[in-house]
């Protein structure tokens, strides 16, 4: 009796609900936080199984637990939601042990019932939240997809999968067009080696074998030093506007193209004209002096006069050719202080839009501190958009390998000397292609290298072209460094 009190004590006086039951299953003894949490009697706690103790989604599985537990001998552990004394279900966890006697007999089972109600919401509230991130992921008009750090597909959305026609287990390099392919893996490798984000226009093929364009974003997850945790990714369909942008390029081109022949046919008509005039005009007088001369005698006098007719007309065919030269000569440098290094990048900034859809991997080395160049800013500009554009037009065809561009300045005694270097078609005559009109392009107008070449002479400096030993072409030009070598008068 004395035990019994005390054992009684002790477990009302633990904070959780325990029971003790017979061999059998049968509630004999339950503390008093059981008897206050369920606000029942004993008695009627002996018949939990058929009141409302337990929640009734609950109990077919608690009673077939239970049930098995008592056949076996073995513990059972359970979670399942009990209504209280004020009518509200909450989530307990029960654990039913057997006390054995030392030949192994059962004597009691020992039931702890611990509330676990605080928990279950936090749990239900996460995963509602995983839910809605999940349903925001599914509803989003983008492919989503998350990678290991080392590049293993995880996990792709639904519209993914739909977009592609394909099983998770057999996306890959291959959904992207066979042109796309190469430069994607190595930009990839890229990324992997440096951990940093990435981007990509790419075509993708859709389950209908059609491949639109997507712009993709990769940005790394990295963890507290720096690591990358895995690689999530964004990739949105931009074909309608990369077509319209095709489009109106296209039109751009072909206007200029029709512009450029109508401008030198033109020009062609009008310097013909004001050439042929004084021409015509000296073989005319031409015969007249000759025919003063055959006379007999000679009529000195008129001959002299039409001589004189003759010089003047020659004059003004000069004139003519002189006005021409200086209609296409370059306006004079306008001289300022320049960082060689900044033009570059800003031509870079200029020109990116162009070098991504054309996936071509620029590179730069930029000797650093270099001295300060004096040029004319624009012009300087004008000549390095007009290589890093002919480099693009070069690479345009290159499909099998990687697209290089590198665009170096260095400092070579006292000159300064940048290098567009890129790996395309390459040229077979360097001299030739600083040659007014000539041009290899459908649309090309060939004067682009034959006005970089006035520029940068303007500027006291060389530009010349030489293949490179494995295919492609490297430009270099010059400009002095200091201003005395910048005497050379612009023509
Ligand atoms: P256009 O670009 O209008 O043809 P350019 O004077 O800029 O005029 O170029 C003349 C020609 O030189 C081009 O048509 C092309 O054949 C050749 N060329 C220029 N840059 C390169 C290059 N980076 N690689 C190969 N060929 C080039």
Redesign the pocket.
């Known amino acids: 009796m004395q035990s019994e009190l005390s054992f009684h004590n002790i477990v009302d006086g633990i904070s959780a609900l325990v029971a003790i039951l017979t061999p059998d299953g049968a509630v004999e003894f339950v503390n008093q936080q059981v008897l206050d949490y369920f606000g029942k009697t004993l008695e009627e706690l002996k018949r939990w199984a058929s009141t409302d103790a337990v929640h009734p989604d609950d109990l077919p599985n608690v009673v077939d637990v239970f049930k098995r537990s008592l056949e076996s001998g073995r513990p059972y552990d359970i979670e399942l939601r009990q209504r209280g004394a004020d009518a509200v279900y909450r989530w307990f966890h029960v654990q039913g042990l057997p006390v054995r006697a030392p030949d192994g007999r059962i004597l009691r089972w020992c039931v702890l019932q611990t509330d676990i109600e605080e928990r279950k919401q936090a749990e239900e509230a996460l995963q509602e939240s995983e839910r809605e991130l999940h349903q925001i992921v599914e509803m989003m008009p983008a492919h989503v997809a998350r990678m290991t750090a080392d590049g293993s597909l995880q996990y792709v959305n639904q519209r993914a999968l739909d977009y592609l026609g394909l099983e998770f287990g057999e996306i890959g390099i291959h959904s992207a067009h066979p042109d796309d392919q190469y430069p994607r893996i190595m930009r990839w490798r890229r990324a992997l080696k440096t951990g940093e984000p990435w981007e990509d226009t790419v075509r993708v093929r859709r389950a209908d074998g059609e491949y639109r364009w997507f712009y993709q974003r990769n940005e790394p997850l990295l963890d507290r030093d720096g690591h990358v945790v895995c690689w999530y990714s964004v990739a949105f369909d931009i074909h309608d506007s990369k077509e319209m942008e095709e489009v109106l390029r296209n039109t751009r081109r072909k206007l200029s193209a029709a512009m450029q022949v109508a401008t030198v046919a033109e020009l062609s008509a009008s310097i013909a004209h004001e050439i042929n005039q004084p021409l015509a005009s000296v073989v005319t007088n031409a015969h007249a002096a000759e025919t003063w001369l055959t006379h007999d005698p000679p009529n000195l006098e008129r001959a002299r006069t039409t001589l004189e007719r003759i010089i003047r007309d020659g004059h003004s065919a000069a004139e003519v050719v002189q006005r021409i030269r200086a209609l296409f000569k370059q306006s004079a440098p306008v001289k300022s202080s320049l960082d060689i290094n900044e033009i570059v990048d800003q031509v870079l900034h200029v020109l990116s839009g162009e070098l991504r859809d054309n996936h071509i991997i620029v590179e730069t080395e930029l000797e650093r501190d270099l001295p300060m160049i004096d040029a004319d800013q624009v012009q300087i500009q004008q000549t390095l958009i007009?290589?890093v554009?002919?480099?693009i037009?070069?690479?345009a065809r290159v499909s099998n390998r990687p697209k290089s561009l590198l665009l170096s300045s260095r400092r070579e005694g006292d000159d300064l000397l940048v290098q567009?270097r890129?790996d395309?078609?390459?040229?077979d005559d360097p001299a030739?292609?600083?040659e007014?009109f000539?041009?290899?392009?459908e649309?090309?107008?060939?004067?682009?290298?034959?006005?970089?070449r006035s520029i940068i002479e303007a500027h006291g400096g060389r530009v010349w072209?030489a293949a490179n030993g494995d295919g492609?072409?490297t430009?270099c030009f010059t400009l002095p460094l200091t201003s005395s070598a910048y005497s050379q008068s612009p023509s």
């Open positions: 007009n290589l554009h002919n480099a037009e070069a690479m567009v890129d395309g078609s390459g040229i030739l292609v600083f007014p000539f041009t290899t392009k649309s090309g107008m060939g004067m682009g290298l034959a006005i970089c072209a492609g072409t430009f």
